[in-house]
């Protein structure tokens, strides 16, 4: 059974920077595309950055110099640097792999950022 494990969030003030983990278990075979998703109050949940199994990557416009995405392929572990945060960055934050023609997603790990 495959199953996400999301760590790194927290509270910081503006400006500051946070490291968001993501591992998988339950993994056999290669994971295709690991991304990160977040989820604002009363908005609908968006793509924050995606890396494929061939280090190719996706940002969003609204994150593109301040946020990198990496992985870990002998940890099946993806993670997500966030420098230079502002309150805008304020959401949950979803952990999501793409596996054997199925999406996975975590339970979510909240970042909040103070003004």
């Known amino acids: 059974q495959v199953q996400l494990v999301e760590s790194g969030g927290g509270l910081v003030q503006a400006g500051g920077s946070l490291r968001l983990s993501c591992a998988a278990s339950?993994?056999?075979?290669?994971?295709?595309?690991m991304g990160w998703y977040r989820q604002a109050p009363g908005k609908q949940r968006e793509l924050v950055a995606s890396?494929?199994?061939?280090?190719?990557?996706n940002y969003a416009d609204s994150v593109k110099g301040r946020v990198t995405i990496s992985r870990d392929g002998a940890k099946n572990t993806v993670y997500l640097q966030m420098n230079s945060l502002e309150p805008d960055d304020t959401a949950v934050y979803y952990c999501?792999?793409?596996?054997?023609?199925?999406?996975?997603w975590g339970q979510g790990t909240q970042v909040t950022v103070s003004s």
């Open positions: 999501n792999i793409g596996y054997r023609g199925k999406n996975y």
């Open positions: 890396i494929t199994n061939f280090g190719g990557t």
């Open positions: 339950g993994i056999i075979f290669s994971i295709n595309t």
